[in-house]
């Protein structure tokens, strides 16, 4: 009887993991010993990972691990620094996305990117949102432009707060506005992956927990990978943490399992406050 | 285990353990009283046990408050959490082990008159001191954090149950001998139940212990020993 009961248990253990897993689709991103130079000094070691599709990935780690300089990888925003030098391979859905014949410009709209600091252009919020899909052509006419910016704005949860205020400009708005603003910039030119830099070091609580709410509802249509340096958004609102420490990735897997039980000491020491 | 950065979360985290080892303190002395209180027939003593049940309950809710600011303050995590989660679940055990041998106490008092067949006492005396000693030996493993000794607590309970299996049998035999031992025995009954209790909420303790250390719950099967629930004296 307990030895039944015990099967069934773990039946439904084995059964949720196995949901979970195909919840987040397979991986998107594959990094392989991935390591990064900025002139001598090694920022990054032998960084090997993979990246589910439709999850959240948060990276954490002390400053100066190399968290966000794995994350400016991803889009190649490491190549506009002098001195900087990658090695290894990072592939996007099987593409690597270092291959000299990839266009960059168009790396950079299928990954997109929000940094700490809400940085909406100087123009009305409506143009925030509508040049990066004007540049890269995904509009035909008006209609489909106009189309594009309210969908946006929509899925980034701002549209209700600033239909009535499109050709104001961007920079009248609240930090945790400006912020989704941003986001629906990104989302405007249809990316597959959104990068996030410390989205959330600049707001206060409230604008934090928008933001939280919106990154939970994207991870169904997108790849999010966020930085941060609160282990209680990485917990609260990622599927999949990334532990770096010293340009080394330390500790890689389900958040529910690096928040509660830990493998690696360097993990438990850093995420429980304890000297590292 | 390195320290806290912060000197006062660190301090908090071992004051629950002082606060936890104060309270298994007082619950072994109670289970350890109780008996005493039954086997004398010493009302006085049995009147003490009853008394100092509220320190323990007082004690659980200092603990509880405890654990819970510190979820609000620290919003601890990985063995930190696993820490103040198994606190909040071994108070829980070790209050019920408090209210077990109150109970036992109550019972000493209501049978403090009776005499008592000389070796009434004898298999009894045996299951307390097997109770105490695992219940030592689970409060020291929780406070050494060793899983090896919560494992061998966990895995002896068996023994506390076929313990409980032979004094069952004895007792009938007792009531069966004379019905004037009845009323004693019923008492005595439910103070080997209350003790094969106690023997679970301990085992409840190794787990958390294992927990704690591990991250992991016991997979095993854990040998059950108490056949009680399906015994009878068949009349021949």
Redo the contacts between chains.
């Keep these: 009887m307990?030895?039944q009961v015990?099967t069934a248990e773990l039946s439904i253990a084995a059964q949720a993991a196995a949901q979970k897993q195909a919840g987040m689709g397979g991986a998107k991103v594959r990094a392989r010993d991935v390591n990064v130079f900025y002139g001598d000094k090694q920022a990054l070691k032998n960084v090997s990972v993979d990246i589910p599709a439709r999850a959240v990935t948060a990276f954490i780690g002390p400053s100066g691990c190399g968290k966000s300089t794995f994350l400016r990888c991803m889009n190649r925003m490491n190549d506009t620094i002098s001195g900087a030098r990658v090695s290894g391979q990072i592939t996007i859905d099987d593409e690597d996305i270092y291959d000299p014949r990839l266009d960059v410009v168009q790396l950079r709209a299928r990954v997109g990117m929000v940094f700490q600091k809400p940085n909406p252009f100087p123009k009305s919020i409506y143009e925030n949102v509508a040049y990066g899909p004007r540049i890269h052509g995904l509009a035909s006419s008006r209609a489909d432009l106009d189309e594009i910016v309210m969908s946006s704005l929509e899925k980034a949860g701002l549209l209700k707060e600033v239909q009535d205020r499109l050709h104001e400009s961007g920079t009248g708005l609240s930090g945790g506005q400006q912020q989704r603003l941003c986001i629906a910039r990104a989302i405007a030119v249809s990316p597959e992956v959104i990068l996030m830099d410390e989205p959330c070091s600049a707001l206060d609580p409230i604008a934090t927990a928008k933001i939280e709410e919106l990154i939970d509802e994207l991870r169904e249509n997108y790849c999010i990978i966020i930085v941060t340096h609160s282990?209680?958004q990485a917990?609260r609102v990622s599927q999949r943490t990334a532990f770096f420490h010293l340009g080394e990735l330390i500790e890689e897997g389900d958040t529910d399992e690096i928040?509660?039980?830990?493998r690696n000491r360097r993990?438990?020491?850093y995420?429980?406050?304890?000297?590292g | 285990m390195k320290e806290h950065i912060v000197r006062s979360y660190e301090e908090e985290l071992a004051l629950l353990d002082r606060k936890i080892a104060q309270m298994g303190g007082l619950a072994e002395d109670a289970l350890g009283q109780a008996f005493d209180a039954l086997e004398k027939r010493d009302p006085r003593l049995a009147e003490a046990v009853i008394a100092s049940d509220k320190a323990i309950d007082r004690l659980q809710h200092e603990i509880e408050d405890q654990v819970v600011t510190m979820i609000a303050r620290r919003q601890p995590l990985a063995n930190d959490l696993r820490h103040v989660i198994g606190a909040l679940r071994i108070v829980s055990d070790l209050e019920r082990i408090g209210d077990l041998a109150k109970n036992t106490a109550k019972r000493a008092l209501a049978v403090s008159q009776e005499p008592y067949p000389k070796p009434i006492m004898s298999g009894l005396r045996n299951m307390v001191e097997r109770a105490l000693r695992q219940l030592k030996d689970v409060l020291d493993a929780y406070a050494e954090r060793n899983s090896d000794l919560a494992l061998a607590v966990w895995r002896d309970d068996e023994q506390i149950d076929a313990m409980y299996n032979s004094v069952f049998r004895e007792l009938l035999t007792y009531m069966m001998e004379d019905p004037r031992n009845i009323g004693l025995c019923t008492h005595l009954l439910f103070g080997a139940k209350n003790i094969e209790r106690i023997g679970d909420h301990t085992t409840n303790i190794a787990e958390i212990v294992h927990y704690l250390v591990h991250g992991q719950s016991i997979t095993d099967d854990r040998p059950k020993g108490d056949q009680t629930s399906s015994t009878l004296i068949s009349r021949e």
């Design positions: 307990n030895q015990r282990m209680q917990a928040f509660t039980n830990p993990t438990q020491d995420i429980t406050g304890r000297y």
